[in-house]
């Protein structure tokens, strides 16, 4: 592998077990979300020694909270609360539904909260989240959001008309993404990588089948 500098970290695109492992090669927190991890690397990249780069977010060792124990002033931090199926009984209760499902904008929460040891931010501040939702508010201006490139790049693939002339678009989209995870460019689809490199997907071309 390419000697990591500031500048190759930040043209390639690392998995989340990637950068675990850069983390630990280089004595650095391994715990977190990729940004998390990301942000300990590009630290570690700018000079700034090891010992002071620091978890951004601590683990407090506490009993995980049952359904019942769980209240609207319950703390999402040091209180053992954490997104688990105890979380999912007690929201499923509160709004008397059969099914319910974790937001990206609840961890979101959680984390920041957790990041700032905010003892004031409550499971309240969750179901306002819910109840009055923000569609992708929290999430665009987190830099957790931005190590989702693979997420974007298949969504964007197959929002565009020209995927349509592909048969297996995950296929299609896997071998184009391959090709640009591995380049410096922007870690981004668009319709230019189809003609860059139709031989690798010529296969999947509908006109070929």
Known sequence: MTQLTK????????YKAELIELCREHGLP???????????????????PVNQ???VRKSAKRKALKA???HLNTPLVDSGFSFNNEARIFFKTYFNVGKFSFTKNMAITKRRAEAKHDLTVTIG???RLITNPTPDQL???TPEE???????FVHDFCQSPKSKEFSKKLKVAAILWQHVKHSS?????????LKQFAKDIKPYHIKNN
């Open 125 to 127: 501040d969750l179901v």
């Open 146 to 152: 931005q190590t989702y490139q693979w997420n974007h």
């Open 30 to 48: 391994t715990q977190g979300t990729k940004a998390e991890l990301n942000h300990y690397l590009d630290c570690f990249l700018s000079g700034i």
């Open 68 to 70: 019942a124990d769980i």
């Open 7 to 14: 500048k190759t970290f930040k043209e390639a695109y690392f």
């Open 139 to 141: 999430a665009s201006k």
């Open 185 to 193: 460019g922007p870690k981004q689809y668009r319709n230019a990588l």
């Open 53 to 55: 780069i620091k978890p």
